[in-house]
């Protein structure tokens, strides 16, 4: 091999490792143009990226707070399972998953964040009475699932909000989701488009 061939199959190599990285890390977060300062502002809580084998997620910490970055978490895959996982049917705009989260270990789970391919903006909602309303709202501090225990995704309950789907979900398509918890693991699963005629809270950002 001369110099130049073994600088083209260096840069090949290279090429393949990123994307098996990137394949194997998770499909859904975006790469990172730069690396997001942890508690610098971010436009939209519930953003993810992830940058240099780190995962960073968008979170206002308080109702209403600006939110900002959390700091990078180095990726892992996370032993948590989601199953029946189904995705209400849209065209656009909102749309909410649900299903069954099971935290196999001996020590809780926190779900901080979640991401997919198609919306860019994920959040973890509860639905709350505000003055005899069902309404909609972040989480405050996520989603813990108890150590070997399970949390259950459901309409007029804890949920996966699409804040902005980019292409209509229909029936029977398989989507994928990411969920991202506070130390760094992913968990990737794939929920089936549903027709669902509830679901239909009010959404309070900033609440
Ligand atoms: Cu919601």
Redesign the pocket.
Known sequence: MNRSTIARFARTGAAIAIAALAVSAVAAPAQAHETPKAGSTCAMSGMTLIDHGDVYVCVSKTAGAKPRWGKGLPVSKSALTWTDGWIKVAKSG?T?SFGMLKNPTNKPITVIGASSSVSKVL?L???VDKDGQMV???KPGGFTIPAGGMLELKPSGN???FMKITKPITAGAMVPVSLITSDGGIMTAKVMGKVYSG?N?T?MPGM
Do not use: G, K, L, P
């Open positions: 909102m909410a959040q909602h509860e639905v909609m709202q972040q949920h996966v909000m679901a809270e959404y």
